[in-house]
């Protein structure tokens, strides 16, 4: 008896202690939040000292947060076209500028796959260049652009009449959608918010949040006369004129986190919602970013196209069903190819295409620290490779080399040295081990790339759009 009692008690053990580790496969709703430009050291949940993301941070507490994630191409379509596709944009098509490009129907995107097996997918996006003259909208039952529609009229506290673009209008167009959908099967909502995109003018309250706290530093100036003319200067230039010519870079930063905390703001919303309507238990939920933002270092003002982890580094937050588990965290770094391929395995969806992420479920699941040793990050003819330790960049494009002092070859700790600052380079390859392997690896990567490139060279499309798409990319400063 003794014996049984022991087995019985062994296997509850045994059973629990799965339950608490493992995610299994399951058959789940599933709910994606992008925010655009959101760099992760910005959010509470990532450490950072001002309270920004308090409901975001509560929400991770029983997820599992990807300490070092990266998206591997700074700029929103080729960054969310990788996200969609789990393959590269040489693969995918989309490469280099951020407007005019198109989205190729030969691609198979996770929206068409979790289609074809049954969800009703929807999205509710902010942003111009994923429009659906660009064809982003591959695979969704519904498609909603906010800068299309009309402003929102609402009855309840949240507004009277509202920017649908901003976090308020898309959290409020989510709900709506939820509560006539969320009965009619499985789904898969997807969400665009474009807050802290470039310009930062959050509401009130949140436009004063920040302002003067005892993480501003007023010494902190944009060096305009020093950076008019070779940096990002026309950006700063445009911040500066529409905010009468303030020049306390942290001023930016102020108003920059103002953006993040009333994207959270929202959120809590739409979190209340979910709970209401008992989703927590049957819907995954995914935050990250498309990439980051610069906020004045190495020269670079509100942008997000440069070569450093500020504009790479993205939050990667997933709440997966049951909650019973506290937050985890995963230390090794990953690139947002991985979420298709781990959504996928997650849903116990089959991948029918031979694609190039892969998924995270072991790393999840602690059978593994990593899946793949090198995260690769490209902007324009830039590229890096990282691990866990090391950051190796060649610089390919003048620009860059210029600003960069005439260096071409960056070798970075970019975890004792997260500014980028310290360049450990050394023109003898043989002298770091690191060095070698890394440029090793990105070589075989890059090879591996042109071939394909060479091979399935496809004519390009371009791309028409609307008059109130363009003037909506004119307002976000991809056009001029
Ligand atoms: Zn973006």
Redesign the pocket.
Known sequence: VVKKLCIIILLCLANSFIGCKKFEKQNKNLIFITI??LRADHLGCYGYPRDTTPNIDKLAEKGIIFKYAFSHW???TP??AIVFTGTYGYRNGIMGV?RGQYFEERNLTLTEILKENGYQTAAIQT?A?MAQEANFHQGFDSYIETWKLKHLKQTDEFSQSLNPSIAKGVTLLAMDWLKKNHKKGKFFLWLHY?DP?ASYMPPFPFNTKFVGDKYYNFDNRLSLSEHWGQHYDYIAKRHWSRTGGNNVIDYYISQYDGEIAYCDFCLERLFNLLEKLGLFDNTIIIIS???GESLGEHGYYFE?EGIHNNCFRVPLIWLIPPHKTKKKIVEYPVGLINIMPTILELLNIKITKDIQGKSLLPVINREKDYISKYVILSSFRNFSILDDKWKLTLLKTPFYIRIMGGKRQLLLQYLKDPEERINLYSQETAKLEAQKRLEKALSDWHTEAIYEIRKNLAEKRGVKYDKKTLQWLKSLGYIQ
């Open positions: 655009d430009a700074p700029k929103t960054s969310m951020a942003n260049v474009i995109h970013a498309d990439h997000h």
